[in-house]
Protein backbone atom coordinates (compact mmCIF):
# COMPACT_ATOMS: atom_id res chain seq x y z
CA UNK A 1 0.00 0.00 0.00
CA UNK A 2 0.95 3.73 -0.14
CA UNK A 3 2.65 5.36 2.40
CA UNK A 4 1.52 8.90 1.37
CA UNK A 5 -0.60 9.44 4.18
CA UNK A 6 2.16 10.37 7.26
CA UNK A 7 3.78 12.51 4.23
CA UNK A 8 0.65 14.40 3.51
CA UNK A 9 -0.26 14.90 7.01
CA UNK A 10 3.15 16.06 7.96
CA UNK A 11 2.98 18.69 5.72
CA UNK A 12 -0.52 20.24 6.54
CA UNK A 13 0.48 20.32 9.96
CA UNK A 14 3.26 22.27 8.84
CA UNK A 15 1.47 24.92 7.24
CA UNK A 16 -1.57 24.63 9.53
CA UNK A 17 1.47 25.78 12.22
CA UNK A 18 2.51 28.25 10.12
CA UNK A 19 -0.48 29.54 9.95
CA UNK A 20 -1.19 30.00 13.55
CA UNK A 21 2.85 31.80 14.12
CA UNK A 22 1.51 34.25 11.10
CA UNK A 23 -1.07 36.50 13.46
CA UNK A 24 0.76 35.70 16.42
CA UNK A 25 3.90 37.77 14.64
CA UNK A 26 1.65 40.61 13.08
CA UNK A 27 -0.32 40.91 16.86
CA UNK A 28 3.42 41.38 17.96
CA UNK A 29 4.91 43.34 15.16
CA UNK A 30 2.02 46.58 15.28
CA UNK A 31 2.27 46.56 18.92
CA UNK A 32 5.61 46.37 20.45
CA UNK A 33 7.89 48.26 17.95
CA UNK A 34 9.92 49.87 20.59
CA UNK A 35 11.46 53.09 19.09
CA UNK A 36 11.15 53.73 15.53
CA UNK A 37 13.04 56.39 13.41
CA UNK A 38 11.75 59.36 12.17
CA UNK A 39 10.23 57.28 8.93
CA UNK A 40 6.91 56.05 10.60
CA UNK A 41 4.56 59.01 9.17
CA UNK A 42 0.89 57.81 8.52
CA UNK A 43 0.57 54.57 10.86
CA UNK A 44 -2.35 53.10 12.89
CA UNK A 45 -1.33 54.40 15.63
CA UNK A 46 -0.29 51.04 17.66
CA UNK A 47 3.55 51.92 17.39
CA UNK A 48 3.60 55.47 18.55
CA UNK A 49 2.66 58.70 18.29
CA UNK A 50 -0.68 57.37 16.16
CA UNK A 51 0.26 59.51 12.99
CA UNK A 52 0.66 63.11 15.29
CA UNK A 53 3.18 65.56 13.74
CA UNK A 54 6.05 66.16 15.57
CA UNK A 55 5.97 69.27 17.41
CA UNK A 56 1.86 68.94 18.63
CA UNK A 57 1.90 69.93 22.14
CA UNK A 58 0.42 66.93 23.94
CA UNK A 59 -0.77 68.63 27.09
CA UNK A 60 0.81 70.76 29.98
CA UNK A 61 2.93 69.69 33.04
CA UNK A 62 1.44 70.56 35.46
CA UNK A 63 -1.31 68.31 34.36
CA UNK A 64 0.54 65.56 34.77
CA UNK A 65 0.62 64.86 38.65
CA UNK A 66 3.75 63.23 39.89
CA UNK A 67 3.10 59.64 39.65
CA UNK A 68 0.19 59.86 37.48
CA UNK A 69 -0.77 60.51 34.17
CA UNK A 70 -2.78 62.28 32.07
CA UNK A 71 -4.34 59.99 28.91
CA UNK A 72 -5.11 61.06 25.68
CA UNK A 73 -7.50 60.46 22.61
CA UNK A 74 -5.76 61.83 19.61
CA UNK A 75 -3.17 60.98 19.41
CA UNK A 76 -3.50 58.18 21.68
CA UNK A 77 -0.96 58.46 23.86
CA UNK A 78 -0.29 58.24 27.81
CA UNK A 79 1.77 60.46 29.47
CA UNK A 80 3.52 59.90 32.72
CA UNK A 81 5.50 61.63 35.56
CA UNK A 82 6.84 59.02 37.36
CA UNK A 83 9.41 61.48 39.17
CA UNK A 84 8.75 65.22 39.70
CA UNK A 85 9.97 66.60 36.63
CA UNK A 86 10.77 63.26 34.81
CA UNK A 87 8.38 62.71 32.50
CA UNK A 88 7.47 59.84 29.94
CA UNK A 89 4.82 58.80 26.84
CA UNK A 90 3.65 55.47 25.53
CA UNK A 91 1.30 54.64 23.31
CA UNK A 92 -1.87 53.86 24.61
CA UNK A 93 -2.77 50.48 22.81
CA UNK A 94 -2.58 47.78 25.26
CA UNK A 95 -0.53 44.60 23.85
CA UNK A 96 -2.70 42.42 24.47
CA UNK A 97 -5.77 42.93 22.39
CA UNK A 98 -4.95 46.72 21.41
CA UNK A 99 -7.76 48.76 24.07
CA UNK A 100 -6.81 51.50 25.04
CA UNK A 101 -4.83 51.39 28.66
CA UNK A 102 -7.45 54.11 30.97
CA UNK A 103 -5.69 54.74 34.28
CA UNK A 104 -3.74 54.68 36.92
CA UNK A 105 -3.49 51.37 39.47
CA UNK A 106 -1.05 51.34 42.07
CA UNK A 107 1.67 53.49 40.30
CA UNK A 108 0.94 51.43 36.78
CA UNK A 109 -0.69 52.14 33.77
CA UNK A 110 -3.87 49.43 33.76
CA UNK A 111 -5.58 48.33 31.13
CA UNK A 112 -9.17 47.88 32.45
CA UNK A 113 -9.79 45.08 29.95
CA UNK A 114 -8.07 42.59 30.86
CA UNK A 115 -6.11 43.56 33.67
CA UNK A 116 -2.68 43.75 32.20
CA UNK A 117 -0.49 46.50 34.04
CA UNK A 118 2.61 48.70 33.02
CA UNK A 119 5.33 50.40 34.34
CA UNK A 120 4.79 54.00 34.26
CA UNK A 121 9.38 54.62 33.65
CA UNK A 122 9.49 52.17 31.28
CA UNK A 123 5.93 51.08 29.83
CA UNK A 124 7.22 47.22 30.58
CA UNK A 125 4.23 44.85 30.90
CA UNK A 126 4.37 43.77 34.57
CA UNK A 127 1.31 42.64 35.45
CA UNK A 128 -1.52 40.47 33.75
CA UNK A 129 -2.07 39.41 30.33
CA UNK A 130 -0.42 41.22 28.08
CA UNK A 131 3.08 39.88 26.01
CA UNK A 132 5.05 42.90 25.94
CA UNK A 133 5.44 46.64 26.62
CA UNK A 134 3.53 49.46 25.38
CA UNK A 135 5.90 51.58 22.46
CA UNK A 136 7.41 54.38 23.97
CA UNK A 137 6.48 57.92 22.08
CA UNK A 138 9.12 60.52 22.11
CA UNK A 139 8.34 63.70 23.56
CA UNK A 140 10.14 67.06 24.23
CA UNK A 141 9.48 69.17 27.51
CA UNK A 142 10.28 72.59 26.83
CA UNK A 143 9.28 74.98 29.59
CA UNK A 144 5.38 73.79 30.49
CA UNK A 145 4.37 72.08 27.08
CA UNK A 146 4.71 68.54 26.35
CA UNK A 147 4.66 68.08 22.79
CA UNK A 148 5.91 65.48 20.18
CA UNK A 149 9.47 65.09 19.43
S1 LIG B 1 -6.49 44.33 25.99
FE1 LIG B 1 -5.36 45.12 27.68
S2 LIG B 1 -5.35 43.51 29.10
FE2 LIG B 1 -6.41 42.70 27.40
Redesign the pocket.
Known amino acids: MSTEHPLSRRRFAATASAGLALPVLAACGSGDSGSASDSSSSGSGAGGGAGATPGTVLTSTSDVEVGGAVFLEEPSVVITQPAKGEFKAFSRT ?1 T ?4 PVTDIVDGKIH ?1 S ?4 LFDMTTGDNVG ?3 PSPLAEVSITVEGDNITLA
Open positions: CHQKCCCHGSGPA
